[in-house]
């Protein structure tokens, strides 16, 4: 079997594959300091919980946007579940032409994204990942990663609100029976939904009108994806385990 790691800068996501199929997922926060034996220990522990015995996988691939862990992390993984875990990073071979200025600066994260929207829904696609940061990635016909565009995550909109102004409380982040807010919360939740909302559809007009590309699929996904996806006709798919899927494509493209 297979262990994915998805390392955020909010959770860790590890799911496990066998061949093909996703037989499981779980998470932990990245923001907890741990060591590597706390690291190796729990990931064994949630393995055993979700019944897969940590012997039975025979291998892995990381990709992380965190790089102030990783050195307990791989070292956890090395000791306690499998001896030599892949890195997504240079020199791996992912199928996506990136064809930006600088190609060293597209986040590893944005690659898997693209590799799993390509090979599972084909090109032209718009890869929208609303995580921490809300980022639209392009990947044409041809499989070239040709634009990204970085936002805020709504998320980090909805602390700025709370840490940022003196009376606005911390909130749930979801959608308002009414855009028509008439108390505090409500107001909150309307902006911030409704706002990504508009964001998201004038961004996908506004990348189908500069690149030409009409027929691009649009496919979302991350932790808040399906609250603006449910909201927009302009989202095609909403797939929960694209980047999962992205890891698990180019492992079998790396594997020797």
Same mark, same amino acid.
């Given at each position: 079997?297979?262990?994915?790691?998805?390392?955020?800068?909010?959770?860790?996501?590890?799911?496990?594959?066998?061949?093909?199929?996703?037989?499981?997922?779980?998470?932990?926060?990245?923001?907890?300091?741990?060591?590597?034996?706390?690291?190796?220990?729990?990931?064994?522990?949630?393995?055993?919980?979700?019944?897969?015995?940590?012997?039975?996988?025979?291998?892995?691939?990381?990709?992380?946007?965190?790089?102030?862990?990783?050195?307990?992390?791989?070292?956890?993984?090395?000791?306690?579940?499998?001896?030599?875990?892949?890195?997504?990073? $240079? %020199?791996? @071979?992912?199928?996506?032409? #990136?064809? +930006?200025?600088?190609?060293?600066? *597209?986040?590893? !994260?944005?690659?898997?994204?693209?590799?799993?929207?390509?090979?599972?829904?084909?090109?032209?696609?718009?890869?929208?990942?609303?995580?921490?940061?809300?980022?639209?990635?392009?990947?044409?016909?041809?499989?070239?990663?040709?634009?990204?565009?970085?936002?805020?995550?709504?998320?980090?909109?909805?602390?700025?609100?709370?840490?940022?102004?003196?009376?606005?409380?911390?909130?749930?982040?979801?959608?308002?029976?009414?855009?028509?807010?008439?108390?505090?919360?409500?107001?909150?939740?309307?902006?911030?939904?409704?706002?990504?909302?508009?964001?998201?559809?004038?961004?996908?007009?506004?990348?189908?009108?500069? $690149? %030409?590309? @009409?027929?691009?699929?649009? #496919?979302? +996904?991350?932790?808040?994806?399906? *609250?603006?996806? !449910?909201?927009?006709?302009?989202?095609?798919?909403?797939?929960?385990?694209?980047?999962?899927?992205?890891?698990?494509?180019?492992?079998?493209?790396?594997?020797?």
């Amino acid at each position: 079997m297979l262990l994915v790691v998805d390392v955020g800068n909010t959770n860790i996501t590890y799911g496990v594959y066998e061949e093909d199929n996703l037989i499981t997922t779980f998470r932990m926060m990245s923001k907890t300091p741990r060591t590597s034996d706390e690291y190796g220990i729990m990931i064994r522990e949630m393995l055993s919980v979700n019944k897969v015995d940590h012997k039975v996988i025979d291998g892995c691939i990381v990709v992380s946007v965190v790089p102030n862990i990783m050195h307990s992390l791989m070292s956890g993984i090395v000791r306690y579940i499998y001896n030599k875990p892949m890195l997504v990073g $240079s %020199g791996i @071979k992912t199928g996506i032409k #990136i064809v +930006t200025e600088n190609p060293k600066e *597209i986040g590893p !994260d944005r690659i898997v994204d693209a590799v799993g929207a390509y090979e599972k829904y084909g090109g032209p696609v718009f890869v929208l990942d609303f995580g921490t940061a809300t980022t639209y990635d392009l990947v044409t016909a041809a499989g070239e990663f040709a634009a990204g565009i970085t936002a805020p995550g709504l998320r980090i909109s909805a602390k700025a609100l709370w840490e940022d102004t003196a009376k606005l409380p911390e909130i749930e982040i979801k959608k308002p029976k009414s855009i028509l807010a008439q108390e505090t919360i409500s107001s909150m939740q309307a902006g911030l939904v409704y706002g990504q909302i508009g964001q998201t559809e004038y961004i996908i007009d506004k990348v189908r009108e500069e $690149s %030409g590309l @009409k027929d691009m699929k649009v #496919i979302a +996904t991350g932790g808040l994806g399906r *609250i603006i996806s !449910d909201e927009t006709n302009k989202i095609d798919i909403y797939d929960s385990n694209l980047t999962l899927d992205g890891l698990r494509l180019i492992y079998a493209k790396n594997r020797h």
